[in-house]
């Protein structure tokens, strides 16, 4: 009580939140740092202690020339289990609390095979890579997965998900974590994307937008360090806003004119084989762009500039200081980006586009499953988390 009157921190998850940056620290230092009287400080850290959240280390050196003990926080606590289901391929992980991969895995697997099928082998594989890394299951303090298609992240069921039949309102926290035996967490696979990237390459950038052009396309907003999910979870479906180029266009979401129709991986593929190129996909789409094919390379900075003109309006009116693109077709590399800075430094306002980086993503395929590990360290580290950790009601 007498701490929370001097405006210092009231809990022990406060406290591991600032320790989580890796700084072994003195009782001294988190005197300073916290302004909790020393006996609270004591019961905390006991409390830290007990639950391995830390560890004592003796690496500091006292003013006395004493060593003294210091506390630093412990990544290897508990393991995190992450998932990114894309429509066809898979990658899992098993990370520590600082998003070390531990265990990784890739593989074909359609997620049109429906619910129980996709996660009874993802369970199978969970179970498998965490024997492979010597841990048990109470081990696990959460699993994170993202799926290819709209999810309500309060419920983790998908939402009128277009390319995944069965999936619509599946409880997939229920189902896995049943099995599993720990919290699970579930989002959009663009989301995880996005906070994979910021935590990992762009930590920094208080305002980020991760924009995934593949086979459809989609966008996940990072607000003042946070990912912005919006009212119901649909914010950042760019894919769906109407461009004029794409006026007579019919999309799978039954509209016309949407962004998606002509600029993604799906719509570069099939102008390719309307003038008789042979392009299955985004990857094949990529491929004849790295081969130096012109109709592929007019076809890709074009979709660059046919993004960037729906993302210059979102520079506009959100002011982000950095955009990263990934998804399949950004592996073309500048030949996207090209375009789409053409269009963005052209029609936004020069004061948002003024110290605006517009980049590529430097995780690549692996942002999705860095960013489900990130939603569930996030989640179980919160303040609130790591107080009933230590105090369970
Ligand atoms: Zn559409």
């Known amino acids: 009580m007498l701490s929370e009157a001097n405006g210092s921190i009231a809990g022990a998850g406060a406290l591991l939140n600032i320790m989580r940056d890796g700084r072994a620290r003195t009782r001294a230092e988190l005197i300073q740092l916290t302004g909790l009287a020393r006996s609270t400080l004591a019961q905390r850290l006991d409390a830290l202690l007990s639950r391995q959240w830390i560890v004592p280390t003796e690496e500091a050196i006292s003013s006395g020339g004493r060593p003294a003990v210091a506390f630093t926080f412990n990544r290897t606590a508990r393991v995190v289990l992450a998932a990114d289901l894309g429509a066809t391929h898979a990658r899992v992980a098993v990370t520590d609390l600082g998003t070390t991969v531990l265990a990784e895995r890739a593989a074909e697997v359609p997620i049109d095979r429906g619910p129980e099928e996709t996660l009874g082998w993802l369970q199978h594989t969970f179970e498998e890579m965490l024997a492979e890394t010597g841990h048990r299951p109470e081990e696990i303090c959460g699993i994170g997965v993202g799926l290819p298609g709209p999810v309500e992240h309060s419920s983790g069921r998908p939402v009128n998900p277009p390319i995944m039949p069965g999936w619509d309102g599946f409880p997939v926290p229920e189902w896995l974590g049943s099995r599993l035996g720990a919290p699970v967490l579930v989002d959009n696979d663009v989301n995880i994307m996005a906070l994979g990237e910021h935590w990992a390459a762009r930590p920094e950038a208080d305002h980020l937008i991760f924009v995934k052009i593949g086979t459809g396309i989609g966008c996940g907003i990072i607000s003042d360090r946070r990912l912005h999910r919006g009212a119901q979870g649909a914010a950042g479906d760019i894919g769906h806003i109407q461009v004029a180029s794409a006026l007579d266009t019919v999309c799978r979401c039954g509209n016309v004119g949407c962004l998606e129709a002509v600029a993604s991986g799906a719509a570069i593929s099939a102008k390719l084989c309307a003038a008789g190129v042979t392009a299955e ?24 500039r046919e993004v960037g003109d729906v993302l210059a309006s979102i520079v506009n009116f959100f002011n982000p200081s950095v955009i990263v693109v990934g998804g399949d077709i950004s592996e073309a590399g500048e030949q996207v980006l090209a375009g789409l800075r053409e269009v963005i430094y052209s029609r936004s306002l020069p004061l948002a586009t003024q110290h605006l980086t517009i980049t590529g993503s430097e995780l690549g395929d692996r942002a999705g499953v860095i960013g489900a590990a990130v939603m569930v360290i996030e989640h179980v580290l919160a303040p609130g988390s790591v107080d009933r950790s230590v105090n369970p009601a």
């Open 281 to 304: 996909d985004s990857r094949d789409v990529v491929r004849l762009v790295r081969g130096g094919n012109t109709q592929a390379v007019q076809l890709i900075r074009q979709a660059g």
